[in-house]
C-alpha cells in the first residue's frame, strides 16, 4: 500500500510566522503535490515536482515555496503566515503515466493562522 | 477556462441507489477521477475512466461520455458509511489535475 505521512495533523501559527509542513512517501513516486483545500473549493494546486530539485508553480503559488531535496520529501513552506492561508493542505504522490497519474494523499494538514 | 460541475449536496436512503453526475470541461483529455472524502480525512481512490463505457467495481460503478463531457458514479445498496463527499477530477492535455468541488452525500436510515 501506498503510504503518504505528512508532519503534522493540526497546527496553530501566529501572522508573520514562518511555517514548514513536511510529506513523506514510501512508495517510490516521480510526482509530488501540494494542495489546499477550503469549504466549497475543489482541491487547488499550490506547487508540483516531478523529479528531485524540480518544482512547478500550481494555480496559486503566492506566498508559498517548496523544497525537494530526495524523492521521498516534499516540503511546503509558508514564508510569512497571513490568516488567509488558514487552510487544510494536502499532499499526494503518483507515478507518471495515465492510470499511474493516480494520486494518493496523505491524512492532511489543518492550519490555522491567529 | 477549465471548468468541473457536480452537485453541492445529495441525500440518499440507507439500501438505495445514487448517482453523482460531473460535467467538465477542459483542455484535452487524459482520464476522469473519482475519489472518496470522509469528513476530516484524506481523499481516496475510487476509480478511472480514460474510454467510454461503465466501469463497475462492487457496489460502484463509474461512467464516461467523451463526447458529451459527462461523468457519473453509481452507488448501489448504499451504506450509512458512504456518507462523504465524491470528488471529480479530470487529468487535462498537460498531465494536470482538474478537481470539482465535491458533492456531499448525505445518507438516511
Known amino acids: 500500500d501506498v503510504k503518504v505521512t505528512q508532519s503534522s495533523r493540526y497546527l496553530v501559527k501566529r501572522t508573520g510566522e514562518k511555517v514548514f509542513l513536511e510529506c513523506v512517501q514510501d512508495?517510490?513516486?516521480?510526482?509530488m503535490f501540494w494542495y489546499r483545500q477550503d469549504p466549497g473549493l475543489g482541491l487547488r494546486l499550490i506547487y508540483f515536482?516531478?523529479?528531485?530539485?524540480?518544482?512547478e508553480k500550481g494555480d496559486i503559488p503566492e506566498g508559498y515555496s517548496v523544497s525537494r531535496e530526495k524523492k521521498e520529501r516534499f516540503s511546503l513552506i509558508l514564508e510569512s503566515a497571513s490568516t488567509n492561508q488558514t487552510s487544510m493542505y494536502l499532499c499526494?504522490?503518483?507515478?507518471?503515466?495515465?492510470?499511474?497519474?493516480?494520486?494518493?494523499f496523505g491524512p492532511g494538514t489543518r492550519l490555522l493562522v491567529l | 477556462g477549465q471548468n468541473i460541475d457536480q452537485p453541492t449536496e445529495m441525500t440518499a436512503t440507507e439500501g438505495a441507489i445514487v448517482q453523482i453526475n460531473c460535467t467538465y470541461q477542459?483542455?484535452?483529455?487524459?482520464?476522469l477521477f473519482w475519489y472518496q472524502q470522509h469528513a476530516g480525512e484524506a481523499p481516496t481512490f475510487l476509480s478511472y475512466?480514460?474510454l467510454d463505457g461503465l466501469e463497475e467495481k462492487g457496489r460502484f460503478s463509474s461512467f464516461l461520455s467523451r463526447s458529451k463531457g459527462y461523468s457519473y458514479l453509481l452507488l448501489k445498496e448504499l451504506q450509512m458509511k458512504d456518507s462523504a463527499s465524491y470528488l471529480c477530477a479530470v487529468l487535462d492535455s498537460n498531465y494536470q489535475l482538474i478537481w470539482g468541488a465535491g458533492t456531499k452525500l448525505i445518507i438516511k436510515p
Open positions: 475512466n480514460v
Open positions: 499526494a504522490s503518483s507515478l507518471s503515466g495515465g492510470p499511474q497519474e493516480t494520486q494518493y
Open positions: 512508495m517510490d513516486h516521480e510526482n
Open positions: 515536482s516531478y523529479d528531485v530539485k524540480m518544482k
Open positions: 477542459t483542455s484535452g483529455f487524459n482520464g
